[in-house]
């Protein structure tokens, strides 16, 4: 059995499906994993959560910050965004169901060597650091305040891990660093507002894989979210999200052997339309 990780989905359903049935036609019992933001922004975010979830046994998921921000404008804590495309979901008599669903997914997970989040670490989390607090942001989603969670979890402070942090403050910087991270300095600061290419880098910011001596060096840390630095294979890192929302590709990699299946993408959304 081969196992499939695949990047940022983002609503594109019907790509998703292609790339499933070439997936499929390459191996005959495969596995899937998602790295997280499974909806939003693209045509059809109902249909793509009803077809990750009917995949049952054989897949597993991560977190996106999109996927929570589902969840925070479904109970009312986040307004929609103008380019939000979640209409479907939040009108869906299953609505409540997939909302369950969701929110009790991982943050992260660890599978054979290879750690896999959204968008990234802090260079001072190993990857066992990284499970542990992962677990610790789950055990508050799947609990009975997950909703009072929500209503404190945004914003950008902390900007720097401390293994002091404690509570909300704690909980916060975990979020933001496993969903959110695109660009940090040596010591974990990260700059939350990012968004474009590497050398787009403030001065004294690196991506964070790039931060010297990071203590995940010794595992593959496979991640999306960052779909400007696109496709990127190192011995130690996979970089998933190959831009399909905004007519790119939707890439998955084979864990095994480093295989790649793409799918060509229509635009659905125009780059500084958001």
Known sequence: MSTYVIGDLQG???KLSELLDRIRAACPRPRFIFVGDLVNRGPRSLATLREVRALGDTANMVLGNHDLHLLAVAHGI???HPSDTLGDVLEAHDRDDLLDWLRRQPMALFENGHLLVH???????????????????E???????????????YGNEPGRWDNGLEGMDRLRCVVNALTRIRFCTPDGTMDLAA?????TALPGYMPWF?????????VTVVFGHWSTLGLTLRPNLISLDTGCLWGGKL?????EDRSVIQVDCPQYQRPGSI
């Open 12 to 14: 594109c359903q019907p």
């Open 78 to 80: 986040r307004k929609p």
């Open 119 to 137: 968008a990234g670490v802090v260079p001072q989390w190993t990857a066992e650091q990284t499970m542990s607090l992962a677990r610790e942001v």
């Open 139 to 153: 055990s508050v989603l799947r609990g009975p305040d997950w909703v009072g969670f929500l209503r404190q979890m």
């Open 195 to 199: 968004s474009k290419g590497v050398e």
């Open 210 to 218: 790039d931060v010297p001596s990071r203590k995940t060096e010794d």
């Open 251 to 255: 890439t998955a990699v084979c864990l």
